[in-house]
């Protein structure tokens, strides 16, 4: 797309028909006036600013320099489908052109959602019959904590207020999901959390489960969700929420005792159980909803993300029928929604981004073939020096980087946190042709699953080779 008004835009080259961008101009713009999520932008402007990414195809992004990279991380854990897929880009004009807007309030619906919203109740596992649509992962939580209130209002319980979470999870940034989540660094700014939000430890067997198997941790991991309901008193909780596997949190993949152990828990004390499968849904782990993988059947699913690749914001909360029967039947109007719920531009996106996952196979891919290679590809990776351990689940995947490898994740020597060994891996990637994200010194890839095992290999030689970049800045 060439827009020549723009400084800094986009030009032909002469000859080569090849696409020109002024990197410098754009660079300075967006210092001088785009403030972005989560970012230090002194330290940014002391960088040179934000790199321009301008292009996207399959698994590979082209910044505005012309360096081809690896999208390990499928944008924000969202480009299921990977990049270039015109077939969404049809479905989006079409729907453009047919109708570009119309709200779900006010006893009115639209073609896309009504389909959408089908394909959704079909898809999801068993008693999930009904959608609530939202823009984002952050807005599906929102409407999780009101929806799970306005449950317990209709039950005649409205004392069960409290939702417990984790620390270290990661549930969005609008100010009910930036309490849910358990980030020490979020809850610092803005006088987080809102009442009636409690955190129990996350089931992160590295960081606590010495001295115990696999299997035991996870059953004392869950059992501190039983502790924190017999404190609080169980006739004052709502609900518990956590994410399958943690990803933001930076890929806490728990023992496959911990989720059936929670649902025990919550069917003891008849607590809602809320599934947030903003990434682990939509084929990330092999499933359509990670739940599934890890045994356990939630009251409410939250979505977004891999819903339509990301090309179009849409979220929502799937509701299985023991919230929805309470909220339809006994409802009256649920005072809750968004201008944009049911948006029948992004419902257009997703129905199309949902028929190629289905045409071609990617969630089964994912399970028996793209999710086992990048296992073996991480087992590999594993043996590099610098890599204490390598976990990975389906299609996500995570390296801890240690000072000194032991062989046991209990007994490695971690970097000090000042060292930011984690930082300096992720620039050499970036600047090696592959995205992994760092959090802390554990290095994470979540990548589209298009990926090929052939691109799973591509990928792992780079990392491999930014590992040995690293190692020797450490020297
Ligand atoms: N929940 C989880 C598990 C997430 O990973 C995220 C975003 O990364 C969110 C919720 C928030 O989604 P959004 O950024 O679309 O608001």
Redesign the pocket.
């Known amino acids: 797309m060439i827009q020549e008004a723009l400084p800094g835009a986009a030009e032909l080259q002469a000859g080569t028909g090849a696409t020109v961008y002024d990197t410098a101009a754009l660079k300075q713009l967006d210092t001088a006036h785009h403030l972005h999520p989560f970012t230090d932008h002194a330290l940014l402007r002391q960088r040179g600013g934000a790199r321009v990414m301008v292009r996207g195809d399959g698994i590979y992004l082209w910044d505005s320099d012309g360096r081809k990279i690896i999208d390990g991380m499928s944008g924000?854990?969202c480009v299921n489908v990977g990049y270039g897929r015109t077939g969404i880009a049809d479905a989006v004009y079409a729907q453009m052109q047919a109708l570009p807007f119309y709200n779900s309030f006010f006893n009115t619906t639209n073609v896309p959602a009504v389909l959408l919203a089908e394909q959704l109740a079909q898809l999801a596992p068993p008693k999930f019959g009904h959608v609530f649509f939202t823009s984002?992962?952050?807005?599906a939580?929102d409407t999780v904590v009101r929806m799970v209130r306005r449950y317990w209002d209709l039950m005649e319980q409205p004392q069960r207020q409290v939702i417990i979470s984790r620390r270290n999870a990661?549930?969005?940034?609008t100010m009910a999901?930036a309490s849910l989540g358990g980030m020490a660094g979020m809850h610092a700014q803005g006088g987080l959390p809102i009442p009636g939000i409690v955190h129990i430890g996350q089931p992160s067997y590295a960081e606590a489960g010495q001295g115990m198997s696999e299997a035991e941790f996870g059953i004392k991991a869950a059992g501190w969700l039983e502790e924190q309901i017999l404190e609080l008193g169980a006739g004052q909780v709502a609900a518990f929420i956590g994410?399958p596997v943690q990803?933001?949190g930076g890929v806490i993949i728990p023992p496959p005792t911990y989720w059936p152990e929670i649902q025990r828990i919550c069917d003891k004390y008849g607590i809602l159980l809320v599934s947030?499968e903003?990434?682990c849904g939509f084929g990330r782990l092999g499933r359509w909803f990670g739940c599934e993988l890890m045994g356990f059947q939630p009251d409410l699913i939250?979505f977004?993300?891999g819903v339509t690749s990301g090309y179009v914001p849409l979220?929502g909360v799937l509701v299985s029928a023991r919230v929805a029967e309470v909220l339809v039947e006994r409802g009256g109007d649920f005072n809750h929604g968004f201008t944009y719920s049911g948006h029948p531009v992004a419902c257009a996106a997703a129905l199309e981004n949902i028929r190629i996952l289905r045409e071609e196979k990617l969630v089964e891919k994912v399970a028996a073939e793209t999710g086992p290679h990048l296992k073996a590809a991480f087992a590999g990776l594993a043996l590099h020096p610098l890599v204490g351990q390598a976990e990975t689940c389906a299609l996500v995947a995570a390296l801890d980087l240690v000072r000194v490898k032991r062989g046991s994740v209990h007994a490695n020597e971690r970097f000090a946190a000042k060292d930011a060994v984690g930082m300096i891996c992720r620039g050499h990637m970036f600047d090696n042709g592959v995205i992994m994200r760092a959090v802390g010194d554990r290095m994470i890839v979540a990548p589209p699953l298009v990926i090929t095992r052939q691109q799973i290999d591509e990928m792992a030689e780079r990392i491999w080779a930014c590992l040995d970049l690293t190692l020797n800045d450490l020297k």
């Open positions: 924000l854990w984002s992962g952050s807005e939580n990661y549930h969005g940034s999901a994410e990803g933001a947030d903003v990434i939250a977004a993300k979220g």
